[in-house]
């Protein structure tokens, strides 16, 4: 095949997914869980993904972990069935589970062949519905967690972003913590408070379930229902957060690492705010845009002083962050930081040229249909779209969102939200004695 044609016949096949409208049908159960539905039979399975506010933003200070820890104890034993016998079942139906926590919600996931489709199912809704919480295995699961914990504290670039988060939020903010908290609080937790914890915040009032595949939607109600009926309650409201003030500032942490790991930045915006996706277009010109953005020039292609350097403004309920993250050999950290910082500047005063929008725009909406073209990714975004209102036609609206942006509103949202001079900056590299 001519390499005309592989690029026509990719053209034709990117605008065919493009075209094709991703509409869920919305409800809501007898109990109150909101659910979205995408009928998408191309393939013999289907993903669910429901999504739970009880992030860790609702942990107790001096109980870190607390959400993460519960959210790994639910398929620790359920019904009358062990961790084992839960696993085991999964694994002979071929279905993929998991559970995740950040820090503003819960995510359980199931991916199921049509095939054992509502055999999976009844066993996610027991899971979800009817933990046990054996006292051996949270003994276990809390071990793991602190091992996690441990590992993580070895990682220099895990580190140098649980430190930004620490100096950028300060102690009165939730963010501040890492989601699974800190060895001391950790250990600290009982399982009583753990039970108490899923009593309170695993209910389907707030809670919503995301169903991207081979499904027949009507059918598929009348079944969630059946296996939700008993889970009733309302979730409590998130809590009143303050928005964090600017801490700028620099800190060294030093750690026998070959390469300096580098975060610099500060508050950024919540998502809902009007003007996301014009920063988002925003940062894609100055560090998101991988090989092709002013960061990456600067600092990789004409520095060469990191192989890989990005930033980005963290889409969040409460006010996220903007960072630049990067990599470098320890003696060049300092000159790689006000290089950088430079950088960032002359975008910030200068703004964009009109070709840098139009390529960024272009690539932006050019690659989002590949993103969205699987169940699991659709189902991902969906459960984004709607945990942040962001509407049930979000990706559908994208690209058009995108190409509304002007060069005017990049320059505009740069000087308002961007800051070089308030700039946290946190280090780990080796420090020589």
Same mark, same amino acid.
């Given at each position: 095949?001519?390499?005309?044609?592989?690029?026509?016949?990719?053209?034709?096949?990117?605008?065919?997914?493009?075209? !094709?409208?991703?509409?869920?049908?919305?409800?809501?159960?007898?109990?109150?869980? #909101?659910?979205?539905?995408?009928? %998408?039979?191309?393939?013999?399975?289907?993903?669910?993904?429901?999504?739970?506010?009880?992030?860790?933003? @609702?942990?107790?200070?001096?109980?870190?972990?607390?959400?993460?820890?519960?959210?790994?104890?639910?398929?620790?034993?359920?019904?009358? =069935?062990?961790?084992?016998?839960?696993?085991?079942?999964?694994?002979? =139906?071929?279905?993929?589970?998991?559970?995740?926590?950040?820090?503003? /919600?819960?995510?359980?996931?199931?991916?199921?062949?049509?095939?054992? =489709?509502?055999?999976?199912?009844?066993?996610?809704? *027991?899971?979800?519905?009817?933990?046990?919480?054996?006292?051996?295995?949270?003994? %276990?699961?809390?071990?793991?967690?602190?091992?996690?914990?441990?590992?993580?504290?070895?990682?220099?670039?895990?580190? !140098?972003?649980?430190?930004?988060?620490?100096?950028?939020?300060?102690?009165?903010?939730?963010?501040?913590?890492?989601?699974?908290?800190?060895?001391? *609080?950790?250990?600290?937790?009982?399982?009583?408070?753990?039970? #108490?914890?899923?009593?309170?915040?695993?209910?389907?009032?707030?809670?919503?379930?995301?169903?991207?595949?081979?499904?027949?939607?009507?059918?598929?109600?009348?079944?969630?229902?059946?296996?939700?009926?008993?889970?009733?309650?309302?979730?409590?409201? /998130?809590?009143?957060?303050?928005?964090?003030?600017?801490?700028?500032?620099?800190?060294?942490?030093?750690?026998?690492?070959?390469?300096?790991?580098?975060?610099?930045?500060?508050?950024?915006?919540?998502?809902?705010?009007?003007?996301?996706?014009?920063?988002?277009? !925003?940062?894609?010109?100055?560090?998101?845009?991988?090989?092709?953005?002013?960061?990456?020039?600067?600092?990789?292609? &004409?520095?060469?002083?990191?192989?890989?350097?990005?930033?980005?403004?963290?889409? *969040?309920?409460?006010?996220?962050?903007?960072?630049?993250?990067?990599?470098?050999?320890?003696?060049?950290?300092?000159? !790689?930081?006000?290089?950088?910082?430079?950088?960032?500047?002359?975008?910030? #005063?200068?703004?964009? *040229?009109?070709?840098?929008?139009?390529?960024?725009?272009?690539?932006?909406?050019?690659?989002?249909?590949?993103?969205?073209?699987?169940?699991?990714?659709?189902?991902?975004?969906?459960? @984004?779209?709607?945990?942040?209102?962001?509407?049930?036609? /979000?990706?559908?609206?994208?690209?058009? =969102?995108?190409?509304?942006?002007?060069?005017?509103?990049?320059?505009?949202?740069?000087?308002?939200?961007?800051?070089?001079?308030?700039?946290?900056?946190?280090?780990?590299?080796?420090? &020589?004695?």
């Amino acid at each position: 095949m001519s390499r005309l044609l592989i690029i026509l016949f990719g053209g034709l096949l990117m605008a065919t997914v493009a075209m !094709a409208k991703i509409t869920p049908k919305i409800t809501k159960l007898d109990n109150g869980l #909101e659910v979205w539905v995408v009928e %998408r039979k191309v393939l013999p399975f289907a993903v669910f993904k429901l999504v739970i506010p009880a992030g860790s933003v @609702f942990d107790p200070e001096s109980k870190a972990g607390l959400a993460y820890l519960t959210s790994q104890m639910i398929s620790e034993g359920a019904g009358n =069935m062990t961790a084992v016998e839960i696993s085991d079942k999964f694994e002979f =139906m071929g279905a993929d589970f998991g559970v995740d926590c950040n820090k503003d /919600y819960v995510t359980v996931s199931l991916k199921v062949t049509k095939g054992y =489709m509502d055999e999976a199912l009844k066993l996610f809704a *027991t899971v979800v519905t009817e933990p046990t919480f054996p006292a051996k295995e949270f003994v %276990r699961v809390k071990n793991e967690v602190v091992g996690e914990i441990l590992k993580d504290q070895e990682d220099p670039g895990i580190v !140098a972003a649980q430190e930004f988060d620490e100096l950028v939020y300060g102690k009165e903010h939730p963010y501040h913590r890492p989601v699974k908290g800190y060895i001391d *609080t950790v250990r600290s937790i009982s399982l009583d408070e753990v039970k #108490e914890f899923y009593k309170v915040h695993y209910l389907p009032e707030g809670s919503i379930l995301v169903v991207v595949g081979d499904v027949d939607y009507e059918p598929l109600i009348k079944e969630l229902n059946s296996l939700f009926k008993d889970w009733v309650g309302k979730a409590p409201s /998130y809590p009143k957060v303050e928005t964090p003030k600017f801490h700028p500032g620099k800190k060294v942490v030093p750690k026998d690492v070959v390469q300096a790991n580098i975060v610099i930045g500060h508050i950024g915006v919540k998502r809902s705010n009007p003007d996301f996706i014009k920063l988002y277009v !925003a940062n894609q010109i100055l560090g998101g845009g991988g090989l092709t953005s002013r960061l990456f020039e600067k600092i990789r292609e &004409e520095k060469g002083y990191s192989y890989s350097v990005y930033s980005m403004f963290l889409p *969040t309920l409460y006010t996220g962050t903007f960072r630049i993250v990067l990599q470098t050999k320890n003696a060049s950290a300092d000159e !790689a930081i006000k290089d950088v910082i430079s950088e960032v500047k002359e975008f910030v #005063e200068k703004g964009p *040229t009109e070709k840098e929008l139009e390529d960024a725009k272009r690539y932006l909406t050019g690659s989002f249909p590949l993103k969205i073209d699987t169940n699991e990714e659709i189902a991902s975004y969906l459960a @984004f779209a709607a945990f942040h209102k962001l509407g049930p036609d /979000y990706l559908n609206r994208f690209t058009d =969102m995108v190409n509304e942006v002007t060069l005017d509103d990049v320059k505009r949202v740069a000087k308002e939200y961007i800051h070089p001079d308030k700039f946290t900056i946190v280090v780990v590299r080796k420090v &020589e004695k």
